[in-house]
C-alpha cells in the first residue's frame, strides 16, 4: 500500500516539476500555466486523546514548515500541485496523575505533497495526501513511564487547505492535517496499556512566494 502511494507520488511530483520547469518562459509568462512558490509557516499539533487511552492528555505544539512547491494549471479552474517541504511535528503528552510526566515526540520530515487545486479568482481549495519521510528526531521525556517507543519512517497525512493570491506575488494558506503518527507506545511501568496507531492533527498557515 505505502509502496504505492510513494510510487503515485513521486510521479506527479516529476511530473509537476518538469512542467514547470521546462515551460518555455515565454509560455508560462503569458499562458500561466506553471508557477513555483517558495513557502514558510508554522504549525500547531495535537494529538487526539482518544488514542492515548484514559487519563492520557495530548498537548498542543509548535512546529516549523519550509520548502518549495509546483503548480500546473490543467484548466482554467484545476491545477495539480507537488513540492517537497521540510516539516517539523513536535507532539506531546502527559500520562495520568499519580505519575505525572510529559512525553515529547519531535520528529523531522521530508514531504512530498500531491493536491488537486480548485481556483476561483484569488481564492484556491486544495487537498491529497502527503508522503512524509522520517529525517530526524527522537522522543524525549516519558519520566516514570520510560516509554518504547515504535514510529514510523514514512507517513501519511491527509491534508486540505484554502489559499489567497495577492498581487499574484504572494499566498496564505491555511492548512488542516490528520495522519497516524506512530504505531506502538509500550509503557514499562504501571499504567502498562500499550497505545496503538497514535493519531495525530495540525493546523498550519504557510505564507508563499510565487516565482
Known amino acids: 500500500m505505502h509502496s504505492r502511494i510513494i510510487s503515485s507520488v513521486l510521479f506527479l511530483l516529476t511530473l509537476t516539476f518538469s512542467s514547470a520547469l521546462g515551460a518555455p518562459k515565454a509560455f508560462a509568462q503569458s499562458d ?3 508557477s513555483i512558490m ?3 509557516g508554522g504549525a500547531l499539533n495535537q494529538i487526539s486523546d482518544e488514542g492515548l487511552g484514559s487519563g492520557y492528555r495530548g498537548k498542543t505544539t509548535f512546529g516549523f514548515s519550509a520548502g518549495l512547491t509546483a503548480q500546473y494549471k490543467l484548466a482554467t479552474f484545476f491545477a495539480i500541485r507537488s513540492g517537497l517541504i521540510y516539516n517539523q511535528r513536535k507532539n506531546a503528552y502527559t500520562t495520568p496523575s499519580n505519575v505525572t510526566a510529559t512525553t515529547e515526540l519531535n520528529y523531522t520530515y521530508l514531504d512530498v505533497p500531491a493536491y488537486l487545486v480548485l481556483m476561483a479568482g484569488q481564492f ?15 522522543p524525549e521525556g516519558g519520566g516514570l513511564l520510560n516509554p518504547s517507543i515504535s514510529d514510523k519512517s514514512v507517513i501519511t497525512p491527509i491534508q486540505f487547505g484554502v489559499g489567497y493570491t495577492m498581487q499574484n506575488k504572494f499566498e496564505i494558506q491555511m492548512i488542516r492535517e ?14 502498562a496499556t500499550p497505545i496503538n496507531n497514535l493519531n495525530a492533527s495540525a493546523y498550519l498557515v504557510r505564507l508563499g512566494y510565487i516565482f
Open 32 to 34: 500561466q500555466r506553471t
Open 38 to 40: 517558495a513557502l514558510v
Open 124 to 138: 484556491s481549495v486544495f487537498g491529497g495526501v502527503s508522503v512524509g519521510f522520517k529525517i530526524g528526531g527522537t
Open 178 to 191: 490528520t495522519t497516524t503518527l506512530l504505531t506502538t507506545i509500550e509503557q514499562s511501568t504501571s499504567p
